[in-house]
């Protein structure tokens, strides 16, 4: 069934522009919903969503409709106007801001090898910030949507690749934990591909978790009030910042 965007999606297709260098226009792009699932099947697979150049067409899974990474991996793919999943694109100039889920990730191919001379570091080597947007989140503001997005950058002048635990298969690499008045919420993303822990000179890899105002705080719904906030990569955690969510 035909799906009106919310006011979000113009900032979600923003940041979609953002960080791929390319531009479009949001109205070009017709939505759908498959009303009451969380995926469906698509090419003998299940999936969240799909893009297809017929009618330049996004179609979601209605559960999962407002879901900004899956929904900016859409988008992603309608400003590039591709269906597969260039790496340069998915999981690195995007990496972090759009989803790339393991089937994503193995059409993207694999990840270029690391330097050989790039030194295995510790998380604490590495600068971890977080910036909260809006600073301020209301219901006026993108219909109460907010992203926490966890900044980690390598100070270094050569590259290195990060060991987050004994080693990095499956290890916890981007993280979040946000606290308030009715309890609090974490959660964190795996390392399910090398670009996710390998560091060239200077650089910053991102990971954006999206929230919104409600009463769900597993869904990442969050009661308006006082927060504090902090992320991390690996054990290496910001301090806490704090956050007023109004109504």
Same mark, same amino acid.
């Given at each position: 069934?035909?799906?009106?965007?919310?006011?979000?999606?113009?900032?979600?297709? *923003?940041?979609?522009?953002?960080?791929?260098?390319?531009?479009?226009?949001?109205?070009?792009? *017709?939505?759908?919903?498959?009303?009451?699932?969380?995926?469906?099947?698509?090419? +003998?697979?299940?999936?969240?969503?799909?893009? @297809?150049?017929?009618?330049?067409?996004?179609?979601?899974?209605? +559960?999962?409709?407002?879901?900004?990474?899956?929904?900016?991996?859409?988008?992603?793919?309608?400003?590039?106007? =591709?269906?597969?999943?260039?790496?340069?694109?998915?999981?690195?100039?995007?990496?972090?801001?759009?989803?790339?889920?393991?089937?994503?990730?193995? &059409?993207?191919?694999?990840?270029?090898?690391?330097?050989?001379?790039?030194?295995?570091?510790?998380?604490? $080597?590495?600068?971890? @910030? =977080? &910036?909260?947007?809006?600073?301020?989140?209301?219901?006026?503001? /993108?219909?109460?949507?907010?992203? #926490?997005? !966890?900044? #980690?950058?390598?100070?270094?002048?050569?590259?290195? #690749? *990060?060991?987050?635990?004994?080693?990095?298969?499956?290890?916890?690499?981007?993280?979040? &934990?946000?606290?308030?008045?009715?309890?609090? !919420? @974490?959660?964190?993303?795996?390392?399910?591909? $090398?670009?996710? =822990?390998?560091? $060239?000179?200077?650089? @910053?890899?991102?990971? !954006?978790?999206? /929230?919104?105002?409600?009463?769900?705080?597993?869904?990442?719904?969050?009661?308006?009030?006082?927060?504090?906030?902090?992320?991390?990569?690996?054990? +290496?955690?910001?301090?806490? !910042?704090?956050?007023? =969510?109004?109504?």
């Amino acid at each position: 069934m035909a799906f009106t965007p919310p006011p979000v999606f113009a900032r979600w297709w *923003a940041m979609a522009e953002a960080c791929s260098g390319t531009t479009g226009s949001l109205e070009s792009v *017709a939505f759908y919903v498959v009303p009451d699932v969380s995926s469906f099947q698509r090419n +003998n697979a299940a999936v969240l969503g799909y893009w @297809t150049s017929g009618g330049n067409q996004i179609v979601l899974a209605g +559960n999962v409709s407002l879901d900004g990474g899956n929904v900016r991996h859409e988008m992603l793919h309608a400003l590039l106007r =591709v269906g597969g999943h260039p790496r340069d694109q998915f999981l690195e100039r995007c990496g972090g801001t759009v989803d790339c889920g393991i089937e994503c990730i193995a &059409d993207a191919g694999a990840a270029p090898a690391a330097d050989p001379a790039a030194p295995t570091v510790a998380p604490a $080597a590495l600068a971890v @910030t =977080v &910036d909260v947007t809006p600073t301020a989140p209301t219901t006026a503001q /993108f219909g109460g949507f907010f992203t #926490v997005t !966890v900044n #980690v950058r390598n100070t270094a002048s050569r590259p290195v #690749v *990060a060991l987050l635990g004994a080693t990095n298969s499956r290890a916890l690499s981007f993280q979040y &934990d946000v606290r308030g008045p009715t309890g609090g !919420v @974490t959660g964190a993303r795996e390392v399910l591909d $090398a670009s996710t =822990v390998t560091f $060239a000179a200077g650089e @910053t890899k991102h990971q !954006v978790f999206d /929230f919104s105002i409600g009463a769900d705080l597993l869904a990442r719904k969050l009661p308006p009030g006082a927060y504090t906030v902090r992320t991390g990569y690996g054990a +290496n955690f910001t301090a806490p !910042v704090p956050v007023t =969510v109004g109504p």
